[in-house]
């Protein structure tokens, strides 16, 4: 069974740092691209970040460019969201999510649906 | 980055009765080498992942019930609920995967009439 399981949000004051993390299991991560995507309180969601399967590639929107890092351990199946100077704006429930099994990926691009999603972990910014 | 626009908003529909939700994009979502659509539908319940529902516009993910379809082609969808069911109250996003960055609609939130 596919599990992607989120962890390391919590309340920051404005201009902080955290690391999400999203530990995956179920399935060969190394073969898949993942993303992250975020929620805001009463918004929709909203793509943040992804990274390429082997890591060599990654991308970010426009409004985390700069101060958010996104990585990934294959050999702990896991990918990261390094969040710094965190904003009030920020404050979302952050989903990692897994590309479908039928993507059709390249090293440099990929167009999928997303057909396994994490719980999600709250990042709250407020003084 | 294409915009996707739902609508409406919101809805309520009475239990048992058909549900219809669309879903526009700002420019074709449609592959011409291989004629598929780039357009999955969600469903989202609170406190819950987003589910997968529909993905190339009308193929059904596995497991979910056939009341759900989909529809349509280009810019223009429709997720449609034949017999709304209580469990199906949530909030629906249709995404495009046609180019990067993926895309999300705002959102349909449905609710019992």
């Known amino acids: 069974e596919v599990q992607l399981v989120e962890s390391g949000g919590g309340l920051v004051q404005p201009g902080g740092s955290l690391r999400l993390s999203c530990v995956a299991s179920g399935f060969t991560f190394s073969s898949y691209w993942m993303y992250w995507v975020r929620q805001a309180p009463g918004k929709g969601l909203v793509w943040v970040s992804h990274?390429?399967?082997?890591?060599?590639?990654?991308s970010y929107a426009d409004t985390v460019k700069g101060r958010f890092t996104i990585s990934r351990d294959n050999a702990k199946n896991t990918v990261y969201l390094q969040v710094n100077s965190l904003r009030a704006e920020d404050t979302a429930v952050y989903f990692c999510?897994?590309?479908?099994?039928?993507?059709?990926?390249?090293?440099?691009?990929?167009?999928?649906?997303?057909?396994?999603w994490g719980q999600g972990t709250l990042v709250t910014v407020s003084s | 980055d294409i915009v996707m626009t739902q609508s409406p908003d919101s809805l309520a529909v009475s239990l048992g009765e058909r549900a219809t939700i669309n879903c526009k994009s700002s420019q074709s979502v449609l592959y011409s080498s291989n004629n598929r659509n780039y357009l999955a539908w969600y469903q989202h319940k609170q406190g819950q992942p987003p589910k997968l529902l529909i993905y190339w516009a009308s193929t059904r993910e596995s497991g979910v019930p056939d009341r759900f379809s989909g529809s349509g082609s280009g810019t223009d969808f429709t997720l449609t609920i034949s017999s709304l069911q209580a469990e199906d109250v949530a909030v629906y996003y249709c995404?495009?995967?046609?180019?990067?960055?993926?895309?999300f609609g705002q959102g349909t939130k449905l609710e019992i009439k």
């Open positions: 995404q495009q995967y046609f180019s990067t960055p993926p895309t």
């Open positions: 990274i390429n399967s082997d890591g060599s590639s990654t």
């Open positions: 999510a897994r590309v479908a099994f039928r993507a059709f990926c390249s090293s440099t691009s990929c167009f999928s649906d997303f057909d396994h």
